[in-house]
């Protein structure tokens, strides 16, 4: 689960990271961040082993500075958003259809074009924080959905284990269960797992 990140309350705690090999334009996203009050910024000048430097310093949030980003460029940066879980900006200087829709797949929080403005940094860093929190909510509950719907079905199989093998109606199934997790002081589904794997074994 990604950690929620809060653009207004915890303003001055925010660690951001810089990612850019050419130290002028970082220096201009340097100032741009401290004008707007965050302290907390450290630049990545070096592309070779990024996702472990970004690992090092464990940011809230990353910026990423590229001029005229090549493909492969552009793809490493891809897995690194994919990789990291965190909110992600990208400055590039010029792209294509492609690439935005590269970076929208790859979990870019905000892919900016030319947009590389001092007075703009703040806004744009509000927008790529409030569209990651947005994104991992949605993806939170989704996994969320997922995780309950392989559970009913856990729970659905154990029922059926033993409705075939004590005769049982299914609600007597069920009641067996929950009996047994409320003594065990477990969760129905522990329980209907341990049902399925002692049927396995007497297979």
């Known amino acids: ?27 201009i996203l340097e100032e741009g961040l401290r ?14 082993n990024l996702l472990k430097h970004i690992y090092a310093s464990d ?28 909110p992600i900006a990208m400055f590039v200087d010029q792209s294509d259809t492609a690439s935005i829709q590269a ?31 947005a994104f991992s909510k949605l993806q939170d509950d989704l996994d969320q959905a ?12 154990a029922k059926g284990i033993l409705m075939k093998a004590k005769k049982l109606s299914e609600e007597d199934a069920y009641k067996m269960m929950r009996g047994a997790a409320m003594r065990e002081n477990k969760k129905i589904v522990e329980i209907a797992r341990s049902v399925i794997t002692a049927a396995e074994m007497f297979k």
Do not use: W
Request: net charge neutral.
């Open 103 to 133: 970076s929208v797949d790859a979990g870019v929080s905000a892919y900016i074009v030319d947009g590389l403005k001092k007075e703009r940094i703040k806004s744009i860093l509000d927008l790529c924080v409030s569209r990651f929190n």
């Open 35 to 48: 004008d707007a009050g965050f302290t907390q910024v450290e630049r990545i000048g070096e592309m070779h």
């Open 59 to 86: 940011p809230d949030v990353i910026l990423i500075d590229l001029e005229n980003p090549s493909r492969d460029t552009l793809e490493q940066m891809f897995q690194v958003s994919r990789a990291v879980r965190r």
């Open 146 to 157: 997922k995780s309950d719907l392989e559970e009913r079905k856990t729970i659905e199989r």
């Open 1 to 27: 689960m990604a950690r929620p990140i809060h653009a207004h309350t915890g303003r001055r705690e925010l660690k951001i990271v810089i990612v850019d090999e050419s130290p002028i334009r970082s220096l």
